[in-house]
Structures are given as structure tokens and as C-alpha cells.
């Protein structure tokens, strides 16, 4: 065991859980458990965004993705990025003005029904559970690596402490714990970027001609195709990953811990120029690991390439800055499964226990005992399934997971805002059309089916062809939600108005503290 690690580790534990105790006392109601009352600051939550994104798929994956990969690996890059425009420009403000706890409050504002409602909730547990069982695969190949510690016992762990983040502390502990991952891991990146690029005298060209020869894929490397032979695969990844950040039910929840719409753009905006500059440094990672730690190093750690990351720490650090980069990977975990938790948590207790169990009479006592055992019922099934997802790379289980929030979140969310004819029928449909139709092509593509033994979870041909499916999900959602809406009677014009004004001016909005 690495005692450096260890007690790196054991001190971000106990910094988290001071912050959750601090946490515990101001969180007394219902608003305080879900959005932290609206108290933060532009930045605070442009850090707390950051903090949420760059997850385990983004450190880990996407670091892994590149060295071994080359070019194809930088996708996941560049459509994280560029998936903010659209949360900016079409996502942010509407959401702020219309919702309260939830992405369902937002559409509720609109149709006022409880499966609206109830299936609004379900997509924002099965898009948070695919989501987190990627971290939890994360955690346990990191703590395995660092520690020793098996991969069950190490799912296991994390597992607990971010059920106590949630329960004990909400959402402002999950957002202070954001904010200190997202400095650490900025830091901890940076550093490494610049070891690297000094390690190739700051020469991109050098950096280039360098890695080209220490890799088996030579100068492909630096082409696409790769790992994505079919374009088709290609284009279902982008679409995927630039429209699935929009449908995010984790992300979209910290547009409600501000008091108002102007304070939730400059979040964004914040946010955007830290994970933009977060995502070039991935350029550095991967190129690094590929350039001095191997391949073959790489996947003798971890077959999906998860520890390039840590592994490239260590050869340009040695043990201090291998275990503080894998402390800082631990960190990031831990925030993220406790945004995800939350998300979740919120969407059992607020949407379907307060308002069709309880049809809105709950009251703030059993709102809050209803979202800390939902928060322990969700963990229990995320740490289940990560037991069986052990070989997968993070930034691919975490595109599975934008391609289901951009095929029944994001269709929904628009029409919401922007087609006056949109109705509830509409709305039930793209969301069950978009969430059935992404999970199946799922379970039917290669991500799943392999005829070579012990590559996928299954053995056998795949009958759907792309590894992801956006690019066939994400219209049937919104044509799921098209033929719903033909299909029933017309929406309340003078409803559609009042939101429409709403959803750009914050007319009624409930301030924040």
C-alpha cells in the first residue's frame, strides 16, 4: 500500500466530511436539502458546475481515451466543451425561470400532470444511475490501483461516503465539495500539462513527432479512425455528447442553487472557461501517458486505459505526485456521485413521493426522510450495477449516459419552452419514446454484445451496429414527442403565453436567499 496515497486519501475524506458536518447544520428544509435555499454566487456555482463535469470520465477516461486511441480519443473532448453553447444560449435561463427543484418542476409549469411528472422523474433516475455507475467503476479501479484494496470493497466505499455527503449534508455540502475538487483537480492538471509539454522543451511539434513514435498506431495516431472505424459512430458520439449536457438532471439541478437567471448564465459562462481549459490540459494527459508510460503499461493497470492519468503522474512525479494526482481522481469522484445521488434523490422524494404518493400534502419532515432514503436506495443500485461494469471505460459508459439525457430530456425541454402546440401527450411520449428507445439500441450495440470473449459484458453479435446510439435516439425523441402531440388535443394557448413570458423575464420566480 502507498502510505503517501493513504493518507492523502484519509485527508480528503475528512476535509469532505468537515464540510458535510458544517453542511448538516444550515440544512433545515426542504430548499436547503435540494438547491442550497438559491444562495450561491455566480462563480460559486460556475466552480460547482465545473466541479460536477469534469468527472471520472474526464480525468480518467478521456486521459486513457487519448493515449490509447490518438485522435478519436480527443472526441470526448471537444463535445463536453462545445455541449455548453447549447446549455448557455437555449438551456440555462428558461430552466432557472420556470423550475424549482427538479427538471419536472420546469415542465410541470406547463402541464400540470402527474405523468408529465412521474416520467420526468424516471428518466432523471435511470440518466443519473447510468452516470454514476461510470464514477463507481472509476473509484474502483483508482482505489485498487492505489491502495490494494479489491474493486468490490473499493465500489463499496465510495458508495458510503457519498451516500453520507447527500443525507447528512444536501446540497450544500455537495456543492462546497464541488467547488474543492474542481480547484484541486485544475491544479492537480495543470502541473501535469506543464511537466509534459516542459518534457517536449514547449514545442507542439516536438510534442507531436515524439508521440507518433512511441505509440504502436504511428502516425495514425493523430488521425481519426481509430477507435471509431464507422463515421456513422463517429457523428452518434458527437451528437451524443453535444446535446446530452442540455439533459443532464445534475448538471441542470445547479441552475436552481442560484437566486435568479442573469446569476445562473454567469455560471455558465464561468463554468465554461474552466472546463474549456480543463479539456485542452486532456490533450497534454494523453498525450503524456502515450509518450512516457506505454501502452502497454497502460493497459497492465487498467484495460480500458483509466489510470493513464495517475500513471503519467508518477513517471514525471514520483509516488508524491502519483498519489496526489490519485487523491485528487478520488476527490472527483466523490463530488460527482454526490451530484448524481442528489439528482436522483430530489426526483423521488419531490416528484413522485410528494406529488403523486402524496398528491403535493407532504409535508418539509417527509419530504426530507423520503430524498435520504431515496439517496440510500439509489446508491445501493449504482454500487450493484458498477460490480458488473468493472471493464468499461468511464468516458464511454458516461457518453451512454448523454445519449439517453439527449434522447429524453433534452427533446422535452425545448418543445416545453418553444412549440406552442406542444401538449402533455407530447410530452409523456418523447420522454418514454427517447429514455425505451436509447436503452434498448444499448443493450442491442457492441457495447454490450461481443463475439470475443470477455471484451464486452456480453458474448455474441450485436443486432445494432453503433457503439452509441444519439444519432437514431435523439430523433425518435423528438418524434416520439411530435406524434404525441398530433395525437392528443391542442395545449392551452394562454398557458403556453404566461410560460413563455415567464420562462425569459423570471416573472413570479421565487427569490432565492
Known amino acids: 500500500m502507498n502510505g503517501t496515497a493513504f493518507t492523502l486519501f484519509l485527508a480528503i475524506v475528512a ?30 456555482n460556475g466552480l460547482a458546475i465545473a466541479g460536477d463535469y469534469m468527472s471520472a470520465a474526464s480525468f480518467l477516461g478521456i486521459a486513457g481515451s487519448i493515449a490509447l486511441a490518438g485522435f478519436d480519443g480527443f472526441f470526448y473532448s471537444i463535445g463536453f466543451l462545445v455541449a455548453y453553447l447549447v446549455v448557455l444560449y437555449l438551456v440555462a435561463e428558461p430552466l432557472r425561470n420556470l423550475g424549482k427543484y427538479t427538471m419536472a418542476d420546469m ?18 433516475m435511470a440518466i443519473s444511475t447510468f452516470y454514476m455507475v461510470a464514477q463507481l467503476v472509476g ?43 474542481a480547484v484541486l483537480l485544475m491544479i492537480g492538471t495543470f502541473i501535469i500539462s506543464v511537466m509534459v ?50 439533459g443532464l438532471p445534475h448538471i441542470l439541478i445547479r441552475f436552481f442553487t442560484v437566486k435568479d437567471a442573469p446569476t445562473a448564465r454567469k455560471s455558465v459562462v464561468y463554468a465554461t472557461w474552466l472546463i474549456g481549459a480543463f479539456y485542452i490540459m486532456t490533450i497534454f494527459l494523453g498525450f503524456g501517458a502515450a509518450a512516457f508510460v506505454g ?36 476527490a472527483t469522484i466523490l463530488a460527482v456521485v454526490a451530484g448524481l445521488v442528489l439528482s436522483a434523490a430530489s426526483a423521488f422524494a419531490h416528484d413522485f413521493y410528494t406529488h403523486i404518493v402524496r398528491k403535493g400534502k407532504a409535508t418539509e419532515k417527509e419530504q426530507m ?36 439525457a439527449a434522447s429524453a430530456n433534452l427533446p422535452i425541454i425545448l418543445l416545453t419552452i418553444f412549440w406552442k402546440r406542444f401538449n402533455t401527450g407530447g410530452a409523456v411520449t418523447g420522454m418514454l419514446v427517447g429514455l425505451l428507445s436509447s436503452l434498448i439500441l444499448v ?18 453479435e450485436a443486432i445494432f451496429p453503433l457503439a452509441n446510439p444519439g444519432i437514431v435516439s435523439i430523433p425518435l425523441g423528438f418524434l416520439g414527442a411530435f406524434i404525441g402531440t398530433m395525437l392528443s388535443k391542442p395545449s392551452d394557448a394562454d398557458k403556453f403565453n404566461e410560460i413563455l413570458v415567464k420562462a425569459n423575464t423570471g416573472s413570479g420566480l421565487r427569490k432565492g436567499a
Do not use: C, H
Open 15 to 44: 476535509l469532505t466530511l468537515v464540510i458535510t458536518y458544517f453542511a448538516s447544520k444550515r440544512t433545515k428544509t426542504t430548499s436547503d436539502f435540494y438547491t442550497a435555499d438559491g444562495g450561491l454566487t455566480g462563480m460559486q
Open 107 to 124: 415542465i410541470a409549469a406547463r402541464f400540470n400532470d402527474k405523468k408529465v411528472r412521474g416520467v420526468a422523474a424516471l428518466n432523471t
Open 139 to 181: 473509484a474502483g479501479a483508482l482505489i485498487k490501483l492505489l491502495l490494494g484494496i479489491d474493486y468490490v470493497y473499493s465500489v463499496l466505499i465510495v458508495g458510503v461516503l457519498m451516500t453520507v455527503y447527500v443525507v447528512f449534508g444536501g446540497m450544500t455540502a455537495t456543492s462546497w465539495v464541488q467547488i474543492v475538487k
Open 197 to 246: 509539454f516542459a518534457k517536449f522543451g514547449f514545442s507542439f511539434t516536438e510534442m507531436f513527432a515524439q508521440v507518433k513514435e512511441s505509440t504502436p498506431l504511428g502516425e495514425s495516431f493523430l488521425n481519426p479512425g481509430n477507435k471509431f472505424k464507422d463515421p456513422l459512430d463517429t457523428i452518434s458520439l458527437n451528437l451524443a455528447l453535444v446535446l446530452g449536457t442540455a
Open 295 to 330: 501502452q502497454d503499461n497502460i493497459v497492465a493497470a487498467n484495460a480500458a486505459g483509466n489510470m493513464a492519468a495517475p500513471l503519467l503522474a508518477q513517471v514525471l512525479g514520483g509516488e508524491f505526485l502519483f498519489a496526489f494526482v490519485s487523491a485528487v481522481a478520488f
Open 369 to 404: 426522510k423520503a430524498a435520504k432514503w431515496a439517496s440510500v436506495g439509489v446508491a445501493i443500485l449504482s454500487i450493484i450495477l458498477a460490480l458488473f461494469a468493472q471493464k468499461l471505460n468511464v468516458a464511454f459508459l458516461v457518453a451512454l449516459a448523454f445519449a439517453v
Open 443 to 460: 443493450a442491442l450495440s457492441p457495447s454490450v454484445w461481443s463475439p470475443v470473449e470477455g471484451a464486452a459484458i456480453l458474448t455474441g
